[in-house]
C-alpha cells in the first residue's frame, strides 16, 4: 500500500469512537485485520537534466550543422556560378577563335593570302615515279603575274576579319584586278571633277533581302 | 449522508453519461466532416485546387537543341551554329533612369561611381558603332521589349554587359554561320528565319539537323525562388546530328574558281563542273558558277541560289554518243573498228543530218566516229538499234531518272516515250537532241563505263554523325550492271582514242591516260519559242584510263562569241590533274589506247 492509500484510510475506524445507536460492536461484519505497517520505500527519482542538457545539445548541434550547410551550399553556389561564367566566357572565346582559324581557312581566303605574298598557282605540273624512275609531264616553273582568274569573294561572316577585300557589289566574282584597278580610275577620275562638279553618286546600295527574294516595301520617309 | 452522497451521484450519473456521449457525438461529426472536407481537399482535390497550386508554380523552360553542322569529307565546317547576341531594352526603365552606379576601377580601387544617362548612351553607341540620336531614340518610350541591336559577337556583348546600363539586357541567340561562304554554298543552302532551312541541304535535311528541343520543368514559389523539394523534370534537348558529305572543299574551290574564270572569259550564262568518284560514286565537287554566300545569299540573283549541276536539264549533245556506242556494242550490233561510209550528208526517213566540220565521203570507224564526233556516222550506226531499244539504252544509262543525292529539285530530265519520238527526234536522241538530261546524269552514265559497266548511284551525304560521335554512313544504293565489262573495256578504248588519235587532244594530260568526249548542243531559248538561243558546251571525261578513278565534266551555257572557238579542254584539264594530285594518283602505266579513226 502506497502512502496515499494509507492516508485516505477512513478515519473513523479507531476503538475511540463512540458506539453508534443500532450498532453494536461484534454485531457488524467482522472487523478488518489491519495491514500492517511497513517501510515503503520511495522509488528512486528519475534524474531529468541530462536529458534536457542532450535534448538542447542536440538541437545546437543540429542549428550548427544546418549553419554550417546552408554557409557550403551558398560558397558552393558563388563557386558555381562563377564556374559557370568562366565555363561561358571560355566557350565564347573558344568559338571566337574557331570562327577565326574557320574564316583563314576558307579555300578563297587563304588563295587571296597567298596571291597578296605573290605566290602564283602553277599550271603545268611534272611526276616521278621513284619505283620506276619515270618521269611524266613537263612540270614548268609558274610565272609571275599570270592571270589569276575569277576571285571568290571571302565569305560574308559577319564580324570577321575580312582577309581579301571585298569584291564589288553589283559584280561580287569579278577579276580582282580589273576592280581594283577600276576603283582606282574612279578615284583618280573623282579628284580630277571635283572642282568642276560633284562627284557622280554613288551606285545604289544593294538592296538588304536577308535571305529572302522579295525586297521590303518602300516606304515613305517622314521629311522627304 | 453517505447514502445522500450516494444517492446524488447515482441521479446525476446517467446525465453525465449522456451529455459526455452527446459532446462525444458533436465531436466526432465534427471531425467526420472536418475530415471529410480534408479528405475531399487532399485525397480527391475537389475543384482542382492542389492542380492549379501546382500549375501556378511549374515553370516549363524550353531547352534548344543545337543545330547540326554540315562538313565536308575531311571534317572542314561548311555550316555550324555559333552563340550571337542581341541586346534588348526595357524603355521603360531606361527613360526614367536619369543617372545610375556603376562599380568602377578607378586608380585601382573599385569604386561606384555616378553616369548620368547620356553618358551611358554615348558609351553604349560607340560600343555598338551606333549613331548617338538613333541610340537615343531607340531606348525612349514605353515599350518593355525593343531590340536595339542584332547577332553581336560575344567579345561586343561582354563590352555591352560591363557599361551596365539599366534596362539593357542582352540575349544569346544562336546564328548560322558559313566559314567557307559561297565554296559549296549552294549545296550547303541556307536558313530562312534563322531556324529553318530554305534551300540545299539545309531544306532537305532540316528534320535531321535540328533535332529536338528539351524541356525543363520545375516548381517556383511566389518569391520567385525555386521550390527544392518540387517538381524537376528534365527532358534533355537532342541536338541535331552533323552531316558529313563526299565533298573536298579544296576542290570545290578550285573547280569553281575555274568555272567562273571561264565562264567570265567567255561571257558565258552559267556554268558547272562535277567531279565524282567512279568506284564510289561519290561526288567530290559540284561547283556552280555566282554560287551563293549562305551568310548572306540575297546578294546573288535567285535562279544562282541553286545547284545547276542536278537542278538545270539541257540537251547534252554529243558526249549523248557514247551511249550510242555503247548501245550498239553491247548489242552486238557493232565494235570500235566496225567500218563505216560517211557521205558528208546523211539522209534516212527523209531526215538529213550533216556534221559540225565538212567533211567528203569517208571511211570510219566506230571509234572515229565518236572522235570526230559525226552525227551522221552516229545515226547510221545508231540505225541498227530499233527505236525501242534506242529508248531502252538511254533509260538504262539513267535519262529520265532523277538521281536522289538529297538536294531540292532534282531534275529527272526530259526522256519522251519512244512511241512518241517525231521523225527527225528517233535519230536525234542517238546524239544528244530531242532529250535532256542534267550534268549529273551525265556524269552517272559516264561513271557506268568507267566502273566497267556497273552503275553506282552518285552521293552526296556521305553519313550522319550522332551528337555523341558516332557515324551513320548513309549505305550506298544497289547498283545496276548497265552494260558488260567488256563493252565498257571498248567504249572505254573509244574515248580514250578520241584524246590520242581523235578531235579532243587538248584534254590529255601529262603522265595520264584521259579519256573524254566534248559534246555541243544547240540550246532551246528560254521562252520556249524563239527557237534556239546560243549553245551549250560540255566536256566530259575519265582519268586515269588504266584503271578509272574520277569523272570530270565541263558545262558552259551559252558562251558568246562563235562556237567553234569555244574550249573547255583547259578547263577540263586543269579540274583533272588538281583532282589526281589531290587523291595522289599514281600516273598511268601501260600503252594508251590508240584506235585508229580512219579505216584503211
Not at chain 2, 523539394?229 to 572543299?249: C, F, R, W
Not at chain 2, 539541257?314 to 551511249?323: A, D, L, N, Q, T
Request: hydrophobic share 35%; glycine share 10%; proline share 6%.
Amino acid at each position: 500500500m502506497s502512502n496515499a492509500a494509507v492516508n485516505s484510510y477512513p478515519v473513523a475506524q479507531g476503538a475511540t469512537a463512540r458506539a453508534l445507536p443500532g450498532i453494536r460492536p461484534g454485531t457488524g461484519p467482522a472487523r478488518k485485520s489491519r495491514t500492517p505497517l511497513s517501510l515503503v520505500r520511495s522509488a528512486p527519482r528519475k534524474r531529468r537534466a541530462p536529458f534536457v542538457v542532450l535534448c538542447f545539445g542536440l538541437l545546437a548541434v543540429a542549428l550548427m550543422a544546418v549553419l554550417v550547410l546552408n554557409i557550403s551550399v551558398s560558397s558552393a553556389q558563388y563557386q558555381l556560378v562563377q564556374l559557370r561564367s568562366e565555363q561561358t566566357t571560355l566557350t565564347k572565346q573558344n568559338q571566337d577563335l574557331t570562327q577565326q582559324v574557320q574564316n583563314f581557312d576558307a579555300p578563297q581566303n587563304l588563295a587571296a593570302k597567298a596571291t597578296e605574298l605573290g605566290m602564283v598557282a602553277s599550271l603545268a605540273k611534272g611526276q616521278i615515279d621513284l619505283s620506276t624512275l619515270s618521269v611524266t609531264g613537263k612540270a614548268k616553273p609558274a610565272v609571275k603575274g599570270d592571270a589569276p582568274g575569277a576571285v571568290i569573294a571571302a565569305p560574308a561572316v559577319a564580324g570577321q576579319l575580312t582577309v581579301v577585300p571585298p569584291a564589288s557589289e553589283n559584280d561580287p566574282l569579278a577579276q580582282r584586278k580589273a576592280a581594283d584597278t577600276k576603283t582606282a580610275d574612279t578615284k583618280t577620275a573623282d579628284t580630277k571633277t571635283a572642282d568642276t562638279k560633284p562627284a557622280p553618286a554613288a551606285a545604289a546600295p544593294a538592296v538588304e533581302l536577308h535571305g529572302g527574294s522579295v525586297p521590303a516595301p518602300a516606304q515613305k520617309v517622314p521629311g522627304q | 449522508m453517505a447514502q445522500n452522497t450516494g444517492k446524488a451521484s447515482k441521479a446525476k450519473a446517467p446525465n453525465a453519461t449522456r451529455r459526455l456521449r452527446w459532446g462525444l457525438g458533436i465531436m466526432l461529426t465534427l471531425l467526420l466532416v472536418v475530415g471529410g472536407k480534408l479528405f475531399m481537399v487532399q485525397g480527391l482535390d475537389v475543384g482542382g485546387m492542389a492542380e492549379a497550386a501546382l500549375n501556378n508554380r511549374l515553370t516549363p523552360i524550353e531547352l534548344p537543341a543545337e543545330r547540326g553542322s554540315i562538313l565536308d569529307s575531311s571534317g572542314t565546317v561548311l555550316a555550324s551554329s555559333v552563340i550571337r547576341y542581341n541586346v534588348v531594352v526595357d524603355q521603360t526603365v531606361n527613360t526614367k533612369t536619369e543617372t545610375f552606379r556603376r562599380l568602377e576601377t578607378v586608380n585601382g580601387k573599385d569604386e561606384l561611381v555616378k553616369v548620368t544617362r547620356d553618358q551611358g548612351i554615348s558609351e553604349l553607341a560607340g560600343v555598338l558603332g551606333m549613331d548617338r540620336d538613333a541610340l537615343r531614340d531607340a531606348l525612349t518610350g514605353t515599350q518593355r521589349y525593343y531590340i536595339v541591336a542584332k547577332d553581336l559577337k560575344p567579345d561586343v556583348e561582354d563590352q555591352v554587359s560591363k557599361l551596365q546600363i539599366p534596362g539593357i539586357v542582352t540575349e544569346g541567340t544562336s546564328k548560322r554561320v558559313y566559314p567557307n561562304g559561297s565554296v559549296a554554298g549552294g549545296i550547303v543552302g541556307f536558313l530562312k528565319d534563322g531556324t529553318t532551312g530554305q534551300a540545299g541541304l539545309e531544306q532537305t535535311q532540316d528534320e535531321i539537323l535540328k533535332g529536338t528541343p528539351g524541356k525543363r520543368v520545375f516548381e517556383i514559389g511566389a518569391d520567385g525562388l525555386r521550390i527544392p523539394v518540387g517538381v524537376d523534370e528534365l527532358t534533355p534537348a537532342i541536338n541535331g546530328k552533323d552531316i558529313k558529305l563526299t565533298l573536298n572543299s579544296d576542290l570545290q574551290y578550285f573547280s569553281q574558281q575555274a568555272i567562273q574564270s571561264q565562264k567570265d572569259k567567255l561571257g558565258a550564262e552559267w556554268g558547272v563542273i562535277v567531279v565524282s568518284d567512279a568506284k564510289t560514286g561519290n561526288i567530290i565537287a559540284m561547283a556552280d558558277t555566282d554560287a551563293p554566300d549562305p551568310n548572306d545569299p540575297g546578294k546573288v540573283a535567285a535562279q544562282d541560289r541553286g545547284v545547276r549541276a542536278v537542278t538545270a536539264s539541257y540537251e547534252p549533245g554529243s558526249v549523248e554518243k557514247m551511249i550510242t556506242a555503247a548501245a550498239v556494242i553491247d548489242e552486238g550490233k557493232s565494235s570500235p573498228l566496225d567500218t563505216f561510209t560517211i557521205p558528208p550528208t546523211y539522209t534516212v526517213d527523209g531526215q538529213t543530218f550533216s556534221d559540225a566540220f565538212e567533211h567528203g565521203t569517208e571511211q570510219r570507224t566506230l571509234a572515229g566516229i565518236v572522235g570526230y564526233s559525226m552525227n551522221t556516222g552516229t545515226v547510221m550506226v545508231g540505225q541498227r538499234l530499233s527505236k525501242e531499244q534506242r529508248y531502252g539504252w538511254l533509260q538504262k544509262f539513267g535519262i529520265g531518272e532523277a538521281p536522289d543525292i538529297g538536294l531540292p529539285a532534282e531534275s529527272k530530265g526530259i526522256l519522251t516515250p519512244a512511241d512518241q519520238w517525231d521523225g527527225r527526234q528517233q535519230y536525234t536522241v542517238l546524239f544528244g537532241q530531242g532529250v535532256a538530261q542534267s550534268t549529273l546524269q551525265t556524269v552517272r552514265a559516264y561513271q557506268s563505263i568507267a566502273n566497267d559497266g556497273v552503275m553506282l548511284q552518285p552521293r552526296l551525304i556521305d553519313s550522319y554523325i550522332d551528337p555523341d560521335g558516332t557515324e551513320e554512313k548513309v549505305p550506298a544504293k544497289a547498283p545496276q550492271q548497265v552494260v558488260s565489262k567488256e563493252t565498257a573495256k571498248q567504249v572505254r578504248d573509244i574515248l580514250e582514242s578520241a584524246v590520242t588519235e581523235g578531235e579532243i587532244k587538248e584534254a590529255a594530260i601529262d603522265g595520264y591516260r584521259v579519256g573524254a568526249k566534248t559534246g555541243t548542243s544547240e540550246s532551246p531559248c528560254d521562252d520556249g519559242k524563239s527557237g534556239f538561243c546560243g549553245f551549250t558546251a560540255s566536256i566530259i571525261g575519265m582519268a586515269p584510263m588504266d584503271d578509272p578513278r574520277f569523272i570530270v565534266e565541263v558545262v558552259l551555257q551559252r558562251p558568246k562569241g562563235s562556237i567553234y572557238g569555244i574550249t573547255n579542254g583547259p578547263v577540263f584539264r586543269s579540274v583533272m590533274s588538281q583532282t589526281l594530285r589531290t587523291f595522289n594518283v599514281q600516273p598511268s602505266t601501260g600503252e594508251p589506247a590508240r584506235l585508229p579513226q580512219y579505216a584503211k
